[in-house]
């Protein structure tokens, strides 16, 4: 790859986006190939090879990076970030005739080749089609995007985020160099609190309200921080703007570091995300290369400098003063509230912790300005969100919403409705700290106070989708079971009261609940709820409240009725022998501890359920698969 | 301008208290806590202290700074119902009968329960039980009591500065617990018992030898001597409501004797008699030039950590023993010499303030023919048991005097229970031989962690060190490494206040009470018609019938002994040599890797080599250690207190005839100071 | 020099190792801060934690060896017994758990003979973690291999790769 120069001011920092610009318009094709590590897993490197092979058999060349216009045949090939789609990976992209091809395998690549590259036209079968066979040639075409609107993600799938100069070309580290060099600090800091931004971490608190707060305090050292811890299970929109976009959040730390005096910041990420660490490093090394990040930046009296730091697995180190803890080198355990980090908090010094997404978000505000921001969303929740929907929807993904977009939009219009047909029964919006939300929720607009008003909150932007076939009291066990696993254990009630309250949610999906049961885990959950230190055990019990409140008598099947009603929890189900595949060898019934399974050679067995104590030797032993749990 | 806040409607004036507990604490109103204390961080974990605040909803009341303006209510129906949810969480998973437990009406846990009303406990008990650990002599730690409050860990790690506990584990298994789960006798503990000072329920307790002391006491071929420590009269007189601490004492002694204790004595006696052994020592170390500062060496946590932190500055320790050791070893001789009693017929007991002090009687140089000098040690809290179990009455006791002839004390060995005393008696001992000598020293008093003092005495001014509290020894020794740092002695004591705050004192054994217990022995001091230790005319009958002059051979056989570095994570020593410091001059040679890597064991072999051929070897203690982390400089060899670098093999001859030998030699030559002027 | 002396007693061997742990600690640096990386290094180098290596460490960086040992046992990604020579982790984020990964749990559990509790198999050759969102909710259920991640999981598949491994194992041993 050429290697990035120096941009010494502002001015170069223009003559270089128009040197990109003009050379990626010299590209005549630019093949993009997912690059997420959901595509990765999923097959990209191997697509790209044989791309790459391709091209070669049929000597096409291909460009050593997007500027090098050595030979004008040259093409573009590399890795983009994710476009979201996850559903339909591996995706290629190509630009500029934007074709978005679908499910690509090593194999087609020599018809991406031949079709595309070199003769123009879209290779059809890769395209998406709609159910009459309508085929969507471009990327905003396909339904899945037309109802998005993608401001955080906008340059996610189209950018190589290994090379600096792509994300130049779209106006990148504009807007540092416009704050660094022409606005003030409390200017920044009123830019950003007139767009109204909220953090998008979970907590929704104004950000230019946080900053401000920080600015304030006279200080010689302050920090940054980049929250990208992102533990919720089920969210991975944090993951892909690491991934596809790293220098947005640069860039955004870099405007925050000048609007409240700090020369110093740290990203702490989570160490299950080790191709966003890789990402990471490579954009901080290149912009420090460009003279965008360290001492002196674009020649300007500023210097700022990133680190990263690595989690080691704590999920609650996404809360803020656990974090920094961790960045101090000690167990992640929250402390209380005041002091506030914006007083005290890395090394005791003034320090503003922010979200991913919500760093972001800040370039494109000053670029275009807190009316540009504020015409997108609600009036109170302003901008855009990045959800991952996954579960039992159609088209799971990553998706970006105005802020205020409705949960039946999200579901049914972009989603795609419920992948099996089956009803539609709830989705959990927060993760493991969210509630749920019902049928009677659709038409409710997805923002932070509306949430508020129906006890669940916007969360990190998890959103699992529920049919009827999964149980909701499985679903508050499993996410209890997590957060138990998560607690620092510092505090008592969230140390123990998680505890108590998935003993209470095992005893009831195992069939030995009792109804004095459900008023213990509410008192439980109340007392968690209102007591605990921090932002984990505060929000544990949300999923018990939530579905207590909506699916009540789900709970009730369970222990008054003995039935699990979405057929889900094995407690309820009984082991039976399936008649046309039984052989009548008689295996399970030599196998079975308390002689439940009687029959006669040859001939199908049956299981005696009220002998049966459900141990599943039998499944296990039989060689024909004849026996089933249901 | 007094700023006000509302509590449950009452205006309450701020009084500059940094957090709205102390606030609402001092109007009345007694907010239940478990992990806040006064002189530790703030944790917040225990979520007892919640109160609720206008505005702010529910917020812990410890770490919250008050705000002129608020409103808060401290018992609203939520409050009062996470509180008790809180310890019903608790009782859930506490393990043991409270009937049986050493903390049953003194735990907070039992207390509050009752408190809050607590009628129901709704959650199952674990199955499983931890372990206990009871294999030290000190302190028994019991995890299945254990609420996790942290508030020892606080205490080991900010006052003690050591931080042999923390928490370990995650979510619901967390426990706190040395490293590695390793018993505490096999870690860096120094059983200062601080930690079970505020504990507050019985997951840290003093390991009772009560019942050993009574089987002694109902053992007819037994004649059981106690000695108690000054510290603890003053205990005894807030434990019991008695005014001074000479009254609390008197009543002690008729206490002591109704429960059966063939001879009382006063370990203040042998307090006078460390002063004369260790201010000669000091003022013959003066007269050197070597080996200072000096270190006083009757706190047995100190110099645990010393051995196991600071090794390189063992020879600096005083090599006194500690009073109670001294006593030890004088009484059972005097017994056998003077009453025909034959030491295994005697039974030394010592009532200290202390739990290290159990740990010092069982270390393995003080004792005779495998018969400890010591035999047991109560504890203050110990002592008060077994008065209970007598069923005495202490305060409403006749007073009564202690035997002699080591009853006998002057008001400089009385005041060694407090921070300063053991300097401000060495000082006013040194200050008598040039005659016009003030009999206070007032600098050097007081429950400050770190005091310093000049003293003029004739020609020379001492620059004086007085340290309580094992975090502020580690930062006036780091000093003293880095050289920026001046002393020609210092005190240490390893709890706070002195050893009035041990580890062994009944509870509050807070710094209010500390304050107390040492205005008590001041006072005791006043009182008594001596005041400088050197004027007991029984340490000098001691002198004139057995030990002839201080630091003479036999008080060295009797009153001194050495110490040896310890491995802080438990393991072998690497002695090579078997003896211990006193008279021999240390040299250390690191096999940590870079060392290693570089030649130091062949370096350590031939120095004992060279050190046999010479003859000197008898002089010279040879120990392998583990890294004085200076690894570029390596091999790293000590003499004495000074780390030498680059003594590869190559440069062991220069370094043995230079270095080495030399300070082998003039330590054969003890000093002879100006003893006598001390003495008459 | 002579690297072969003999030392004195127990942990001759720990001693040597510890070159490359000063190796590390240099390159962090010896402050608290640096506690976590320098673990998280060490943990590359050794694949687990091991006693006195966390005590050098905690000596190194003047902490007690309580506290290191607190960090230590906190974080779910260091691990104080040995691993395995292939590390197996199942995903048991949401998207993963809705998509029924219980079944392959069980099926890899079974196929490993992994008594309750255990993680790692006898004669080490197999360790199984349960572990949190590996992000890659898309392709639920997932399983990590060896650092690899494979989507879209069954108990059959699952039970597939480990054969595969254990032949491949078996096969280089042989040879």
């Known amino acids: 790859m050429t290697p990035v120069e120096r941009i010494n001011s502002p001015a170069e920092l223009g003559d270089l986006k128009r040197k990109v610009v003009s050379a990626i318009r010299s590209c005549a094709t630019r093949v993009l190939v997912c690059g997420g590590t959901g595509c990765m897993a999923n097959g990209s490197p191997a697509v790209l090879a044989a791309i790459q092979e391709a091209l070669e058999k049929h000597d096409v060349p291909v460009r050593a990076d997007i500027v090098s216009e050595d030979d004008e045949k040259a093409i573009g090939l590399g890795y983009s970030g994710c476009p979201g789609y996850c559903q339909v990976g591996p995706i290629v992209r190509i630009l500029p005739a934007d074709y978005f091809y679908v499910r690509v395998k090593p194999e087609d690549a020599e018809d991406i080749v031949t079709e595309t590259v070199l003769g123009g036209k879209p290779v059809e079968r890769l395209l998406l089609a709609s159910e009459d066979g309508v085929k969507y040639a471009k990327r905003d075409d396909v339904p899945f995007y037309r109802n998005q609107v993608n401001v955080v993600l906008a340059d996610c799938g189209v950018i190589e985020p290994g090379d600096i100069r792509d994300y130049i070309a779209r106006d990148g580290y504009r807007a540092m160099a416009e704050a660094l060099f022409g606005l003030t600090p409390e200017a920044v800091v009123a830019e950003v609190t007139e767009s109204g931004l909220r953090g998008r971490g979970g907590a929704g608190f104004p950000t230019g309200k946080k900053w401000g707060f920080t600015q304030v305090v006279q200080s010689p050292k302050k920090y940054v921080v980049c929250n990208a811890d992102e533990g919720d299970p089920g969210a991975f929109m944090d993951e892909s703007i690491m991934e596809g976009n790293p220098h947005a959040l640069l860039e955004g730390m870099i405007i925050a570091g000048y609007a409240i005096g700090a020369d110093e910041g740290y990203i702490y990420v989570r160490a299950e995300y080790p191709l966003a660490i890789q990402r990471l490093r490579t954009a901080i090394a290149q912009a420090e290369q460009a003279g965008l990040l360290g001492d002196r930046i674009l020649g300007g009296p500023f210097s700022f400098h990133i680190h990263i730091k690595e989690g080691a697995g704590a999920f609650v180190c996404g809360e803020e003063t656990a974090l920094i803890s961790s960045i101090e080198g000690q167990r992640g355990m929250p402390r209380p509230k005041p002091p506030f980090p914006a007083n005290s908090g890395l090394w005791g010094k003034p320090t503003v912790v922010n979200n991913v997404e919500t760093f972001a978000n800040v370039p494109r505000i000053i670029l275009n300005g807190a009316e540009w921001f504020r015409s997108f969303g609600t009036e109170r929740s302003p901008g855009t969100k990045v959800f991952a929907l996954t579960g039992a929807v159609v088209n799971t993904g990553l998706i970006e919403v105005p802020m205020g977009t409705t949960l039946g939009d999200v579901v049914f219009k972009i989603g795609g409705g419920i992948r099996t047909g089956r009803p539609f029964k709830a989705v959990q919006i927060g993760g493991p700290s969210g509630a749920c939300l019902t049928r009677a929720h659709l038409d409710l607009p997805l923002d932070y106070d509306s949430l508020k008003s129906v006890g669940a909150m916007v969360g990190s932007g998890g959103l699992v989708v529920m049919d009827d076939s999964t149980c909701i009291v499985e679903v508050a066990r499993f996410f209890m079971s997590f957060t138990q696993k998560e607690s620092c254990g510092k505090c008592v009630l969230c140390r123990e009261g998680t505890k108590r309250m998935l003993q209470i949610l095992e005893k009831i999906v195992s069939g030995r609940g009792k109804v004095e049961d459900i008023s213990l885990l509410e008192e439980v959950a109340l007392a968690v709820r209102d007591g605990s230190l921090c932002g984990l055990g505060k929000s544990a019990p949300n999923p018990v409240i939530s579905t207590l409140t909506h699916f009540r008598d789900e709970y009730l099947a369970h222990i008054v009725d003995g039935v699990c009603p979405a057929g889900e929890c094995e407690a309820f189900k009984n082991y039976t022998i399936i008649d046309e595949k039984c052989k009548g060898c008689g295996l399970c019934a030599g196998k079975c501890p308390v002689n439940a399974i009687s029959g006669r050679p040859k001939s199908p067995y049956v299981i005696d359920t009220s002998v049966c104590i459900k141990c599943g030797a039998c499944a296990d032993a039989c060689k024909f698969e004849a026996i089933a749990l249901a | 301008m007094e700023k006000y806040v509302t509590i449950d409607g009452v205006k309450t004036p701020i009084n500059g208290s940094n957090n709205l507990l102390e606030v609402i604490r001092a109007s009345g109103v007694e907010l239940p806590t478990f992990c806040y204390h006064s002189e530790l961080s703030v944790y917040g974990a225990c979520r007892m202290c919640i109160v609720e605040i206008e505005g702010r909803g529910i917020q812990p009341s410890c770490s919250t700074p008050p705000e002129g303006g608020m409103v808060i209510r401290t018992h609203t129906e939520p409050v009062m119902r996470i509180r008790r949810m809180a310890l019903e969480l608790l009782l859930a998973n506490h393990h043991g009968n409270c009937q049986t437990c050493e903390k049953n009406t003194r735990c907070r846990l039992q207390e509050l329960a009752h408190k809050l009303g607590v009628k129901t406990v709704r959650f199952e008990e674990p199955g499983s039980v931890l372990p206990i650990d009871d294999t030290n002599p000190s302190i028994v730690r019991d995890p299945n009591k254990c609420i996790l409050c942290g508030d020892c860990v606080r205490m080991c790690k900010e006052v003690q500065g050591i931080g042999v506990l923390d928490f370990v584990g995650r979510g619901s298994g967390v426990r706190v617990s040395p490293a590695f789960g390793k018993n505490l006798k096999d870690v860096e503990c120094v059983y200062c018992g601080q930690c079970a000072s505020v504990c507050p329920t019985g997951a840290l307790t003093i390991k009772s030898q009560v019942d050993e002391v009574w089987n002694a006491i109902n053992d007819p071929t037994r004649t059981v001597i106690v000695q108690v420590a000054p510290a603890v009269r003053a205990a005894i007189a807030q434990a019991y409501g008695v005014t001074g601490g000479e009254q609390a004492m008197g009543k002690t002694v008729t206490a002591l004797r109704r429960m059966g204790f063939d001879r009382v004595y006063d370990t203040s006696f042998t307090a006078d008699l460390t002063t004369v052994e260790e201010a000669t020592e000091f003022l013959g170390r003066v007269a050197e030039g070597k080996k200072l500062p000096q270190f006083t060496s009757c706190c047995p946590a100190w110099v645990k950590f010393v051995e196991q932190f600071y090794p390189d500055y063992l020879s600096n320790l005083s090599s006194c023993k500690s009073p109670q050791q001294m006593f030890g070893a004088l009484s059972k001789r005097y017994m056998a010499d003077h009453e025909g009693i034959a030491r295994e017929n005697l039974y030394v007991v010592s009532v200290m303030p202390c739990t290290a002090k159990k740990f010092e009687a069982k270390r393995p140089e003080f004792t005779v023919d495998g018969d400890p000098d010591v035999n047991a040690v109560l504890s203050t809290q110990e002592l008060i048991n077994m008065i209970s179990e007598a069923g005495i009455r202490l305060a409403d006791l006749p007073a009564d005097s202690m035997d002699l002839p080591f009853g006998f004390k002057t008001g400089a060995g009385i005041i060694f229970g407090a921070s300063g005393g053991v300097a401000e008696a060495v000082l006013r001992m040194a200050a008598s031989g040039d005659g016009a000598s003030p009999s206070e020293f007032r600098a050097v008093r007081g429950l400050d962690g770190l005091k310093e003092a000049e003293v003029t005495l004739g020609e020379k001014t001492l620059r004086l060190a007085v340290i309580s509290g094992l975090a502020n020894a580690r930062q006036v020794l780091d000093k003293l490494r880095a050289g920026e740092a001046n002393y020609d002695i210092i005190e240490v004591m390893a709890c706070r206040g002195g050893c009035i705050g041990g580890g062994g004192q009944p509870m509050p054994n807070d710094m209010s009470a500390r304050e107390e217990r040492k205005n008590m022995l001041y006072d005791c001091d006043a009182i008594q018609p001596l005041h400088n230790a050197a004027d007991n005319p029984y340490i000098k009958e001691c002198y004139s019938t057995l030990l002839g002059k201080p630091n003479s051979s036999v008080a060295h056989q009797l009153l001194h002994t050495g110490y040896r570095s310890r491995k802080r994570i438990h393991g072998e020593d690497l002695d090579l040599t078997d003896t211990e410091t006193g008279e021999k001059v240390p040299v250390s040679v690191c096999i940590g890797t870079n060392c290693y890597l570089k030649g130091s064991y062949d370096t350590l072999r031939r120095l004992i080599d060279k050190a046999r051929d010479a003859g000197l070897a008898g002089n010279i203690d040879f120990k392998a250690t583990f890294c004085f982390e200076k690894c570029k400089a390596g091999p790293n060899v000590q003499v004495g207190e000074t780390v030498y670098g680059g003594i590869t093999p190559d440069k062991i001859d220069d370094f043995f005839n230079e270095t080495v030998a030399p300070a082998a030699r003039s330590r054969s030559k003890a000093a002879e100071s100006e003893v006598d002027k001390c003495l008459q | ?175």
């Not at chain 3, 061997?13 to 070159?19: E, T, V, Y």
């Not at chain 3, 046992?73 to 984020?93: N, R």
Request: proline letters at 5%; hydrophobic letters at 40%.
């Open chain 3, 1 to 175: 020099m002579a690297q072969s002396a003999v030392l004195p007693e127990a942990g001759s061997k720990a001693r040597r190792r510890f070159s490359r742990i000063q190796q590390i600690i240099e390159e962090y640096g010896a402050t608290n801060s640096a506690l976590i990386p320098i673990l998280q290094k060490v943990q590359d180098e050794y694949r687990y934690l091991p006693e006195e290596i966390l005590t050098f460490v905690a000596t190194a960086l003047d902490l007690p060896p309580a506290t290191v040992y607190g960090v230590a046992t906190f974080y779910a990604q260091f691990s104080l017994e040995p691993k395995g020579k292939h590390i197996i982790k199942c995903c048991d984020g949401t998207a993963c758990h809705v998509r029924k990964n219980q079944p392959i749990i069980a099926a890899i559990r079974r196929r490993l003979g992994l008594a309750d509790g255990r993680k790692t198999t006898e004669d080490h050759r197999f360790t199984f973690e349960i572990v949190s969102c590996i992000g890659a909710c898309a392709l639920a259920p997932a399983v990590v291999i060896d650092g690899v991640v494979h989507g879209q999981m069954t108990p059959e598949a699952a039970v597939k790769a480990i054969d595969e491994i254990d032949a491949a194992d078996k096969a280089e041993v042989a040879r």
